[in-house]
């Protein structure tokens, strides 16, 4: 199973963007990867305190080693993402865009 590493916004509406990451990960298993999530730090640090993320950054950028793919959610790229893009970039990891529509053709459902 490819690992692929989920890349969207998370700053702003945090708890929004929790819960359209969950969606993202529904969508990779069901296409047969595993999500990497680095959203999820976010439920135990606090974005909003600059130390704190840019642990959870940092464990997430540290996450991406591991991966096959990028996949690149969302109608914008953020700072952070735009970070992780580059990143994966420098690892050669390919990176693919996902828009929601295809996420409804698998899941169904609205975009939050």
């Given at each position: 199973m490819k690992k692929v590493y989920i890349c969207a916004p998370l700053g702003g509406d945090a708890g929004g963007n929790i819960e359209r990451a969950k969606r993202y990960a529904r969508y990779a298993l069901k296409c047969?990867?595993?999500?990497?999530?680095?959203?999820?730090?976010?439920?135990?640090?606090?974005?909003?305190?600059?130390?704190?993320?840019?642990?959870?950054?940092?464990?997430?950028?540290?996450?991406?080693?591991?991966c096959d793919e990028l996949w690149v959610f969302g109608d914008r790229v953020t700072e952070g993402m735009a970070s992780e893009i580059q990143f994966g970039q420098s690892l050669n990891i390919r990176t693919k865009s996902i828009r929601e529509e295809e996420i409804t053709r698998m899941i169904g459902g609205n975009a939050l």
């Open positions: 047969g990867a595993a999500p990497v999530v680095p959203h999820f730090y976010a439920l135990c640090l606090d974005d909003g305190v600059p130390e704190e993320r840019e642990a959870g950054m940092a464990a997430g950028l540290s996450l991406l080693w591991f």
